[in-house]
């Protein structure tokens, strides 16, 4: 499993740490006047090109992790160049992708590629790197569906239709007829009795549209299920204090009776760098479908709310009974709570939208105030667009009939 750090990037080849200090410097300070939210979205997007796309590859660089590749990163790379309308940073990461991180006995994604000790870079095999993540091979075979809907090439709906087979035939495992998606390639076959599972990869919109180019599938249970098991995550104490309402970034469900245990270290049920993005995803199903079981569902993680009234601003990490781990703010954490507020409390959404993610925004250098982290730059830009309803249905831009050649 990958560890990740947030909260430094890399400024002349040294680590600079930045805390709440300085991402959030005054952020209650007057907001100035920005440019509009487009131009937001797009001069962030340049400066992103250019900080963590690697020139000539079109892979994306965590920096912050020795310019390790993951699927993950190419998908983000993928899904914000197709909003963008940006045709050869998609088609130049989407090969790369194909060309580097395609597994042998599948159509999914190998999920870490490196320098190896001996210098060489591939997929980092001895760090698990060759398993496929289930959230990246969705959202790039998102990506790519939009792609056809944007630019009409068949090619990308072909390469979207047999990830999106192999994602219900190695991802997603069935429970008493109910189907789940599992955190990875290797979970379903194991012979452990549990399966890893990450509640931030749960993507309803996603399966909402699969179900129309792989009829095959019952995604519409997937769409389902995953409404349930995240209202479950939310209430399960997990072994631990009383949840707090707030989805833990790993549990483990038992593959005969679907009874959901805490995940082992090194994993955690904390709410943090992973379990942020569960809000935005769910949200994100809200705007382009309208389904109530979306509002209800993050209804219940009222302690956003309860929090930033009280302090005026949200931690880090907090564990699953909603204690303090790690205090320092994130742009991440905000652009993936931002979900929560504009469903579920639509009246402080606006506050913390302008304190804490419009504020990252410099005007008059047309870009972030500071170089943000691979992670940061990403989820503050997705919570941006989703706050602004920047983020389009791209596939309701054609009819269905061409979803079905």
Known sequence: METRLLGYTL???????FGAALFFANPKSQVPLVFSPPQILGSTWGQYKKEYIEGGTFRALDRQRSD?????GQSYTLLRAVWQGDKLTFDGAWQWTKDNLSRADDRL?????GQRTDGSYGVLNAQGGANAASDADTDIALALVFAYARWQDLRYLGDARVIVRDIWRKEVV????????????VEKESASPTALINASYLAPYAYRIFAVIDPEHPWEDLV??????????????????????????WV????????LTAAEAPLTTDFGYDALR???RFALDYQWSGDPRAKDLLAKMAFLSRTWQENGELAGTYAHDGSIIDPAETPAMYGGSIGYFLVADPLLAKSVYEQKLQYLYDPDKNTWRQILSYYDDNWAWFGIGLYHHLLPNLFESLPLELYQL
């Open 68 to 72: 390790v590749t993951t699927s993950e």
């Open 174 to 185: 069935t429970i008493g007829g109910v189907p789940y998606l599992l955190a990875n390639s």
């Open 109 to 113: 994604l190998s999920w870490l590629f």
């Open 224 to 249: 389902d299920s995953s409404y349930v098991l995240a209202g479950q995550v939310l209430d399960a104490s997990l072994g631990g204090a009383d949840s707090a309402g707030l989805p833990p970034d």
């Open 11 to 17: 400024i002349g080849g040294s680590i600079v740490l």
């Open 252 to 259: 483990h469900i038992h593959k005969q009776t679907g009874v």
């Open 278 to 280: 569960m809000p935005w």
